[in-house]
């Protein structure tokens, strides 16, 4: 029977991390995060007494009111930098730590699987391939498979309740190619509160059901495979 995926609580994930490549060619170093938990982390940082460095990594600009609307951002950190919620090698806010943490070692289910090939467990459970198939990666990851699932479905849906209020009038999204001059910028969802698009319950039952997996596999067909 196929061994499955266990943390070996090392810490390693938390103090090496990937680049994610852009189309400009340029590396950042860190991770992706949605807006709710950008807030979090800034609250348990400013509770810390420091700062993060967290700039827009997904956006659309709404030419209505000529704003950047972030679907997710970036958290950076500096060469050879661990996390700053690490502590005595252990998270500091796990119960509160963002879903790329909770989905490690995928890093990516679309288009391609693709996981880290540093962290020990897989080099001990003798995975050196970065790209596997989903089925292979059910069967061995099983929670974190999940969660993987879990952020590009947020994507998914995120994308298609922007399309929605643009057509029922409320944003008009720039096309790719549109000449954009502003640095006007919000997190999609509170920009939705703060015009009244949104209600602010609307916006935190959306949020809580975001990160509900269940909620979500049932809105996705059950299909967790």
């Known amino acids: 029977m196929e061994k499955k995926f266990e943390c070996l609580k090392c810490g390693k ?3 090496e991390f990937g680049t994610i490549k852009l189309s400009s060619n340029q590396n950042l170093r860190g991770f ?3 807006e709710w938990e950008r807030s979090r982390l800034i609250t348990k940082a400013e509770e810390n007494n420091f700062k993060l460095d967290i700039t827009p990594l997904i956006e659309v600009h709404d030419v209505k009111t000529k704003t950047n609307l972030v679907l997710e951002y ?3 950190l500096k060469e050879k930098e ?8 252990q998270c500091s806010i796990y119960d509160d730590r963002p879903l790329v943490c909770k989905s490690f070692p995928i890093f990516s289910l679309n288009p391609d699987c693709i996981m880290s090939s540093d962290c ?3 080099k001990d459970l003798q995975i050196f391939k970065k790209y596997m198939c989903k089925r292979k990666m059910f069967e061995m990851f099983d929670e974190n498979y999940f969660v993987a699932l879990q952020k590009e479905s947020i994507i998914k849906i995120l994308i298609d309740l922007i399309k929605e209020l643009e057509k ?5 999204i720039a096309k790719q190619g549109d000449k ?3 640095k006007k910028t919000k997190p999609f969802l509170w920009f939705c509160l703060i015009n009244g698009i ?3 319950k609307m916006v935190d039952d959306l949020i809580l059901h975001l990160e509900d997996y269940e909620y979500l596999n049932k809105l996705e067909g059950g299909n967790k495979k």
């Open 82 to 89: 661990p996390c700053p919620f690490l502590k005595n090698n």
């Open 180 to 182: 954009i001059r502003t």
């Open 120 to 122: 020990p467990k897989m």
């Open 198 to 200: 949104l209600t602010k």
């Open 13 to 15: 994930c938390c103090k």
């Open 168 to 172: 029922e009038g409320y944003i008009k």
């Open 32 to 34: 992706p995060i949605f």
């Open 74 to 76: 970036h958290l950076h």
